[in-house]
């Protein structure tokens, strides 16, 4: 308990209230500033997210505007380049089957 006591001592010198009061001389005081610094910060946060969803709902958010002339078309697909992609995966896929299949040559240090 007498560590609390310090620490009322420390900062109520440090930080002393309006009209010469002190920190923790009036509980009440103290908790209204508490809550009124938080009402405030929840006031700020709401009003910055509110700002930021405003601003991301109206496009002005976002450095890149759309002009109207994206491009609905898919990229050029190569279908030999597409059809070495699939080679390739099959034959993983086939080792992977492989190597699920065959009992490994090492001990087991368990047994």
Do not use: C
Request: aromatic content about 14%; overall charge positive; glycine content about 8%.
């Amino acid at each position: 308990m007498q560590r609390f006591s310090k620490l009322k001592e420390f900062f109520s010198r440090r930080f002393p209230r309006r009209g010469g009061r002190l920190v923790g001389e009036n509980p009440d005081a103290d908790w209204r500033t508490l809550v009124i610094f938080f009402l405030f910060l929840l006031a700020l946060t709401v009003g910055v997210h509110f700002y930021i969803f405003r601003a991301v709902q109206s496009g002005a958010f976002f450095a890149g505007r759309d002009d109207g002339r994206a491009t609905t078309t898919a990229p050029f697909i190569d279908r030999k380049t597409l059809g070495d992609i699939v080679e390739r995966y099959n034959a993983i896929k086939v080792e992977f089957e492989k190597a699920r299949r065959e009992k490994t040559a090492a001990v087991d240090p368990s047994r």
